[in-house]
């Protein structure tokens, strides 16, 4: 993956302008302290947390998903720092739920991790499904990720299962 990230409030897209997206706190969750809002084509919010494995990712995800801020929604990230150079992370995904890997995720905490300093350019994101290397490039501004592929599923849809989803 390559591409470079947005950070302006306007391309995240959010519904209001506000004054920091690397540390906004959003109403009702200030418990969980600054999101760091970031669009990678999609939009983010990252969590940085002390222990992602401790968070109630479906309670929270859903209902921070649907948060006024976010006019398209929003995925949802819980980032814990296991060093300046690795990040365990949690996802909740739009409009999928809790997942196992999330490419653009990854990527998004990754440019929160260095836009907070946190972290260097380069970090591995280790998620349930996981490892994945994320390095932001500093001349270019892309993002880049590597790691692992696995073939997961297959199956065929029949013309009578698509005139039943419609």
């Not at 929003?74 to 196992?100: C, K, Y």
């Not at 991790?113 to 390095?135: E, K, M, W």
């Amino acid at each position: 993956m390559a591409g470079s990230p947005h950070l302006d409030w306007k391309h995240i897209p959010l519904a209001h302008a506000v004054a920091d997206t690397s540390a906004h706190v959003l109403a009702g969750y200030e418990a969980l302290g600054p999101a760091n809002l970031v669009s990678m084509g999609n939009p983010h919010a990252v969590f940085f947390v002390p222990d992602a494995d401790a968070v109630a990712v479906e309670t929270l995800g859903f209902a921070l998903e649907h948060d006024p801020l976010f006019p398209e929604r929003a995925n949802i990230s819980f980032a814990q720092m296991l060093s300046p150079d690795h990040i365990r992370l949690h996802v909740w995904e739009r409009g999928a739920g809790r997942t196992r890997a999330c490419g653009t995720a990854a990527c998004a905490t990754a440019v929160a991790a260095v836009r907070t300093g946190r972290s260097g350019r380069d970090v591995r994101v280790t998620l349930p499904g996981g490892d994945l290397n994320i390095s932001w490039r500093q001349a270019d501004g892309h993002v880049l990720m590597t790691g692992p592929v696995a073939y997961e599923f297959s199956g065929v849809l029949t013309p009578a299962m698509l005139a039943e989803a419609a």
